[in-house]
């Protein structure tokens, strides 16, 4: 139904105002189901997350993984973290897009130095706070929100230093208004992001790739456990799968077991070099070859 992008400096609200949002949400008429994506859900320790670049790589991977498996038209899902990448709101709103929802940012706008005294009064009173030096290398790094950019709109503001932040503040009951607003033929202050046929395209490619992986590779297994089996304990080589394929070179019986623990790894490791590289294959032939390939290899070094 919609995705929420809670945005702001570190220490200036974020949570509270997705709590606030999300009761709003749930008040409304249309009680909606809601769900708050954030850090504590996964049990990630801030300090740690943002040590360093690796560690807040991999903590936007999971949110953001986290929020393509739970985007639906029958929920509500807000992002509560710091989100101050723009490019990481930019892949954001390209999830909202794919899944043809609604998509909104409400940004905690607090000046630095309320945002420094919070942090440190949490720590005095033994709740979590950032490190100075992560603190300081946050703020830095922040990019604020502009309503003029695609994936920033519509943006709703809240002051929480200055207003504080409640269910009846301006901002979030403009959200709520928008994200439960009915939509028809007539609206046109409330926009549903469509896909595109490139988003499409690639949802259905990955989708198709990963299915001919699967079978292709269980062709291939099978191939090799009925060689085995009529060779009558006796090593075979040279397994032929079909003009165009290279030979299976296997010079030792090789269990059932081992066989699927082979093909688990090379599934995995296709799925993982497509996110770097170049997109796994998306015919039969091209993956059985790969799949060959790799157990030439493997069972070679053995």
């Known amino acids: 139904m919609a995705l929420v992008v809670i945005c702001g ?78 490019g990481y709101r ?25 945002c420094r005294n919070w942090n440190e009064e949490r720590r005095e009173r033994g709740e979590a706070a950032y490190e100075d030096k992560i603190f300081e ?35 979030i009951l403009d959200a709520v208004l928008y994200l439960t607003k009915r939509v028809d033929s007539k609206t046109k202050d409330v926009k549903v992001l469509q896909p595109t046929i490139a988003t499409q395209t690639a949802r259905v490619s990955e989708a198709n790739s990963l299915y001919e992986i699967d079978r292709a590779t269980q062709v291939v297994i099978n191939a090799i456990v009925e060689a085995q089996s009529q060779s009558i304990g006796v090593p075979v080589n040279g397994i ?19 066989l699927r623990r082979l093909r688990r790894t090379f599934i995995k490791l296709t799925g993982q070099s497509s ?9 039969a032939v091209s993956a059985k070859r790969m799949f060959v390939d790799y157990l030439n290899r493997e069972l070679e070094t053995a």
Not at 240 to 258: C, K, M, Q, Y
């Open 9 to 86: 400096q570190p220490c200036s609200g974020k949570s509270k105002a997705a709590l606030c949002l999300a009761e709003a949400l749930k008040d409304s008429e249309s009680k909606p189901t809601v769900r708050i994506i954030d850090e504590t859900s996964f049990h990630l320790n801030r300090n740690q997350s943002y040590a360093d670049m690796p560690a807040e790589k991999n903590l936007r991977g999971v949110l953001r993984s986290e929020v393509d498996r739970s985007l639906s038209r029958d929920s509500i899902i807000i992002v509560d973290s710091l989100n101050s990448i723009k």
């Open 90 to 114: 930019y892949e954001l709103w390209c999830l909202a897009r794919a899944a043809g929802t609604r998509y909104c940012v409400l940004y905690c706008d607090v000046e630095e130095n309320h």
């Open 137 to 171: 290398d946050l703020v830095r790094r922040f990019e604020r929100p502009d309503r003029r950019n695609r994936w920033d709109s519509p943006l709703f503001e809240l002051w929480p230093f200055k207003d504080g932040i409640e269910k009846s503040s301006p901002a």
């Open 240 to 258: 032929n799968l079909g003009e165009g394929l290279p030979t299976i070179n296997i010079s030792r019986a090789v269990g059932l077991p081992e």
């Open 275 to 283: 996110l770097s590289g170049p997109p796994p294959p998306s015919d």
